[in-house]
Nanobody, 120 residues
């Protein structure tokens, strides 16, 4: 059983920074894509950033230059460094990974979500 656990959310003032972490645990043979999504009430979940197994990254336009996704393969962990936060970044952030357990095909796994609130 693969589980993803996020940490690092919280309340921060506009212009501040937060770093989210996502740790994958369980029987893991390999991890392909890792990504962060976010969702606000009444809106669809949107992709914020993703990183491939080769380190290639992509970001949604609204966070380019402010957010950085990275991964630490040895720890099966990935991160989202968020700088220059804006009130519109307020959302529940979810990590997701395309992960293969030993002897199985790749599947999508999701974390439980962590709240990020940007406010005075």
């Amino acid at each position: 059983q693969v589980q993803l656990v996020e940490s690092g959310g919280g309340l921060v003032q506009p212009g501040g920074s937060l770093r989210l972490s996502c740790a994958a645990s369980g029987s893991i043979a390999s991890i392909e894509f890792m990504a962060w999504y976010r969702q606000t009430p009444g809106k669809e979940r949107e992709m914020v950033a993703r990183i491939s197994s080769t380190g290639s990254t992509s970001y949604t336009d609204s966070v380019k230059g402010r957010f950085t996704i990275s991964r630490e393969n040895a720890k099966n962990t990935w991160y989202l460094q968020m700088n220059s936060l804006k009130p519109e970044d307020t959302a529940v952030y979810y990590c997701t990974g395309v992960i293969r357990a030993p002897g199985r095909v790749y599947s999508d796994y999701w974390g439980q979500g962590t709240q990020v609130t940007v406010s005075l």
